[in-house]
């Protein structure tokens, strides 16, 4: 089983920058793809951003411009730079390795207050 920890959500007013990152404890992680993604109350799980293991990068258009992910392949990493928050930004957000299986962390709680 792959292990999958994030780290970095808070409580951030609206306009502010949070970082958050994601480690996975499996060799050869240059090889998977990454993602980030969100579930607000209510709501279903959504996708944020993904990066490919070539680099490739994708966002959901709500967050364009905003948020930028990237991948320190030395470190086992993925990071999610998010900038001028929203209070509708405010979810449980999850990182997700993708190999064979798709290998989810337990989630970081990000919270923008208007």
């Known amino acids: 089983q792959v292990q999958v920890v994030e780290s970095g959500g808070g409580l951030v007013q609206a306009g502010g920058s949070l970082r958050l990152s994601c480690t996975a404890d499996i060799s050869m992680f240059s090889f998977n793809d990454m993602g980030w993604y969100r579930q607000a109350p209510g709501k279903q799980r959504e996708l944020v951003a993904t990066i490919t293991s070539t680099g490739t990068t994708k966002y959901a258009d709500s967050v364009k411009g905003r948020f930028t992910i990237s991948r320190d392949n030395a470190k086992n990493t993925v990071n999610l730079e998010m900038d001028s928050l929203k209070p509708e930004d405010t979810a449980v957000y999850y990182c997700?390795?993708?190999?064979?299986?798709?290998?989810w962390g337990q989630g970081t709680q990000v919270t923008v207050s208007s």
């Open positions: 997700k390795l993708q190999n064979l299986y798709a290998h």
